[in-house]
């Protein structure tokens, strides 16, 4: 018993320590590598609200870090993507539109998708209104890998990336820690959709599986 929770202990360190890693990956992008990769639009990633319905620190974060990379050229329009929860009367992504605005970004760039409730479905919702243009995904550093998968799974032709830095301190290892079980969580549920798909299921249909 012993043995197996010291081997469960180190795949959790290893798994914890390729996340990260992949953050810091992201994170160090060169600039001229996002401002010459020619995206068309720009898709943000949103990470959640407050339970009073603000916005939170890394949905902020997200925003203005996208809004930054407006100014500076490296795509001509924004799509942002996350619902909500708790009932909340406004989506994630309107609270980060709402901050982009503020930011600079005008309100005729952007697109808000507020349907969404995981990374599979920001893929999935923002698909159409991406129309497939060549995209620059943002998110934060230890949200990228994942959502690279996801989108590519999706069918979407990314430009380029752009992360912005991870949280630090204790926030770190609560994110580290809720990205290891998601990791798991989207490639089940990748996995049913083409289970589902391969029974005849169509799209729509297998939209639920994906929240």
Do not use: C
């Not at 012993?2 to 469960?8: C, H, N, V």
């Not at 309107?94 to 507020?114: F, L």
């Amino acid at each position: 018993m012993i043995r197996w929770a010291l081997r469960l202990i180190a795949v959790w360190i290893g798994g914890m320590a390729l996340i990260l890693g992949s953050a810091w990956y992201y994170a160090g992008q060169p600039a001229e590598a996002v401002s010459g990769a020619q995206a068309e639009v720009m898709v943000v990633l949103s990470a959640g609200l407050r339970p009073d319905g603000t916005i939170d620190a890394e949905s902020g974060s997200r925003a203005r870090y996208a809004a930054a990379l407006f100014r500076q050229g490296a795509a001509p329009q924004v799509i942002v993507t996350g619902g909500t929860s708790r009932g909340h009367p406004l989506s994630t992504a309107q609270r980060m539109a709402d901050v982009m605005v503020a930011e600079g970004v005008p309100v005729d760039a952007i697109t808000v998708e507020g349907a969404s409730l995981s990374t599979l479905q920001n893929a999935l919702f923002s698909k159409p209104l991406a129309g497939g243009r060549r995209i620059l995904l943002v998110t934060e550093g230890t949200h990228m890998a994942r959502s690279v998968l996801t989108f590519r799974w999706a069918g979407y032709d990314i430009a380029a990336t752009a992360a912005s830095p991870p949280p630090q301190g204790w926030s770190l290892l609560k994110r580290l820690t809720r990205e290891g079980a998601a990791w798991g969580f989207n490639i089940a549920r990748m996995a049913l959709w083409y289970a589902l798909g391969a029974l005849g299921w169509s799209e729509e249909a297998r939209v639920p599986i994906t929240a």
